[in-house]
């Protein structure tokens, strides 16, 4: 139950509410298949990472993988690299929370609103990961439920009228303004950055294999069942968003979510949106924090982090690494005053980067771990990659187009001058750690 949801939840974040419109303005209805090829790449990656979680599952996942069978500076720059994007990743999702809770209460300081988020997340997190897992749930299953309510309110109002004075509204506006494909196959290549970014997160599923009671059993189901969700979830959700609206006017006048609760007359339309997205960022950050954790602690144990993290709590909870974490982003509540709106741009393309070489590692371990494996211990491979090697390729073919692609959106070039930077901190770290 809560694997199923961590997967679930943590896909699913403050893009497919608020981010949305960004990807649609690129793209337009073509959108839809730009999330169908996403999809496709991630059921891919996650399969790779499944066919080491179910044969080897530890608390750490991928980064635990590549030191074993890339050598211990994979592991080393995997494990970091992750840490530092659920870090960058937490600064955004606090300061956003502080957002939110200020369209109800506009006299909360901002930075006072990211400090108690802090600070609550932090204590669950350290009291057990049953607690984290419980907290997850719930916080996943609010979105789940506001994006399933859309789908059937939007499903109302396209084959039946409601709201729309008994008028079926119909699918003609994906393609009467400027057709399905208005912008092209330039829409769909440049769209696929940032749906690449909206899947992030969807790997904490091999990071809660270590702590699972039967990852035989769970990692399979969370890892199949997630990603046909997700893709229901997204496409069903951009989809009937852009049969209501013209795709161009997505976003022009607030939440699209937010316009279809208010047009069937549901009160408070706002305020529940509103409260859904704030649950969404306050997901994206728990589930964060627990990933921070765990990668420090997994670091230590490879002797690739301060042996000072790999102590665990009587909670069996890696209390240091969590707290470690914590002091990193109370910078977040102090850049509250002084960051501006388009920060949190360069800060998602930083992400961007450093999921994509999370994610590049997992398939090169994969294919590594599949090689040093005999046929009969192919064999008996419990949760076997599908279309073994030609997948694989296939995906790190893709992903390397992304980063390509990167290069041709201003706001993300940054991360491709942040990257080389931070590799090689990481590698001076590394030869210094020596």
Known sequence: ????????????????????????????????????????????????????????????SFSSYANRYLGPFAGYLTGWTYWFMWVVVGMAEITVVGVYVNYWFPDIPQWVTALATLVVITMINLTSVKAFGEFEFWFAMIKVVAIIGMIVVGLGMILLGIGNEGQPIGFNNLWAHGGFMPNGMEGILMSLVLVMFSFGGVELVGITAGEAKNPRKSIPSAINNVVWRILIFYIAALGIMMCL?????????????????????????????NFVVLTAALSAFNSGLFSTGRMLYNLSLQNNGPKYFGKLNKHSTPRRGILFSSSFLLVAVFLNYIVPEKVFMYISSVATVAVITSWTIILVTQIKFRQSKTKEEVKKLAFKMPLYPASSYLALAFLAIVIV??????????????????????????????
């Not at 497919?16 to 298949?33: C, E, N, R, V």
């Not at 290069?407 to 001076?428: D, G, N, Q, S, T």
Request: glycine share 12%.
């Open 405 to 434: 692609l990167m290069a041709f959106i201003e706001e993300m070039r940054v991360a491709l001058m942040v990257a080389p930077v931070w590799f090689i901190v990481l590698y001076v770290g590394y030869r210094y750690k020596k």
């Open 1 to 60: 139950r809560h694997i199923q949801l961590i997967a679930l939840g943590g896909a699913i974040g403050v893009g497919l509410f608020y981010g949305s419109s960004a990807t649609i303005q690129m793209a337009g209805p073509s959108i839809l298949i730009s999330y169908l090829i996403g999809g496709l790449v991630i059921f891919t990656i996650m399969r790779a990472l499944g066919e080491m979680a179910v044969d080897e599952p530890v608390s750490g």
């Open 245 to 273: 609206y013209p795709w161009n006017e997505v976003g022009t006048n607030g939440s699209p979510f937010v316009l279809i609760f208010d047009k069937v007359g549901i009160p408070g339309a706002a305020h529940i949106i």
